[in-house]
């Protein structure tokens, strides 16, 4: 098989799997940091570098939200079995990088990775986020390619696949929309403030401390999980709404 016929099979295969990986570094990680230290982040300045971390994972998260808030349907989801693309997404931030849910994604696990305060599995980590996404990349372009033709491989020449360059700016038409990014995005924000409490607890476990329901990330986490619950609710009962014609 040619090379680049073998990147684009790979890639279609990892991109139905795409949402496993990041499980997988997580499990491998937490194993790592429990049975690599004696004091995982059980004192203020480890609790100071968790917040750092946070702030990258943020980072990473934000930039979902300027994806997902302002694109039209049937781009930039979550789709597994196939992909699927109606238009070509050339304004707002798809004028400054091909890939940014990719992006942010990197940032978000990026941030967990750092938890680890090591820098040998946080460039392993980086690697194997390269190597994975990279043929996914690879072959979500040649699908668009094959799909749009020259309205898209002349904007892929203008804009860089991973790293952002912003001379080429152009405002998003579309109207950002709150409702859309709560309906796709919740989840995920519940997920990352789950892995920061999973570590925290592993510590106070590791520490012999057990469950302590003093944890602030148990109180963030409470907080999350509250607003995950009624925005939740609220599409649940909006959906029933619309299938009652009420």
């Given at each position: 098989m040619a090379l680049v016929k073998e990147f684009e099979t790979q890639g279609n295969w990892l991109f139905k799997y795409r949402g496993q990986l990041p499980v997988l570094l997580l499990v491998v990680q937490l194993i790592y940091d429990y049975y690599r230290r004696d004091h995982l982040l059980n004192n203020e300045i480890n609790h100071q570098w968790m917040l750092i971390c946070l702030g990258v994972s943020i980072l990473g998260q934000l930039i979902r939200f300027a994806v997902i808030g302002y694109t039209p349907r049937n781009t930039s989801g979550r789709n597994t079995k196939q992909q699927v693309a109606e238009v070509v997404n050339q304004t707002g931030i798809y004028s400054a990088v091909?890939?940014?849910?990719?992006?942010?994604?990197?940032?978000?696990?990026?941030?967990?990775?750092?938890?680890?305060?090591?820098?040998?599995?946080?460039?392993?980590?980086?690697?194997?986020?390269?190597?994975?996404?990279?043929?996914?990349?690879?072959?979500?372009?040649?699908?668009?390619?094959k799909t749009f033709g020259s309205a898209y491989t002349e904007w892929a020449s203008r804009v860089p696949a991973f790293i952002p360059s912003f001379k080429n700016w152009?405002?998003?038409?579309?109207?950002?929309?709150?409702?859309?990014?709560?309906?796709?995005?919740?989840?995920?924000?519940?997920?990352?403030?789950?892995?920061?409490?999973?570590?925290?607890?592993?510590?106070?476990?590791?520490?012999?401390?057990?469950?302590?329901?003093?944890?602030?990330?148990?109180?963030?986490?409470?907080?999350?999980?509250?607003?995950?619950?009624?925005?939740?609710?609220?599409?649940?009962?909006?959906?029933?709404?619309?299938?009652?014609?009420?």
């Open positions: 091909r890939h940014p849910l990719y992006l942010g994604n990197f940032f978000m696990w990026l941030g967990v990775a750092m938890i680890s305060e090591s820098l040998a599995f946080t460039f392993i980590f980086i690697l194997i986020f390269w190597i994975f996404y990279e043929r996914i990349m690879y072959a979500e372009e040649q699908f668009l390619t152009k405002p998003s038409p579309n109207q950002f929309s709150l409702l859309n990014l709560l309906k796709r995005e919740s989840v995920g924000i519940f997920n990352l403030f789950l892995v920061f409490y999973l570590f925290s607890l592993m510590a106070s476990v590791k520490a012999g401390k057990g469950f302590d329901p003093s944890d602030p990330w148990l109180l963030v986490l409470g907080i999350t999980t509250l607003v995950t619950l009624v925005l939740y609710v609220i599409r649940k009962k909006t959906r029933w709404l619309i299938v009652e014609g009420r």
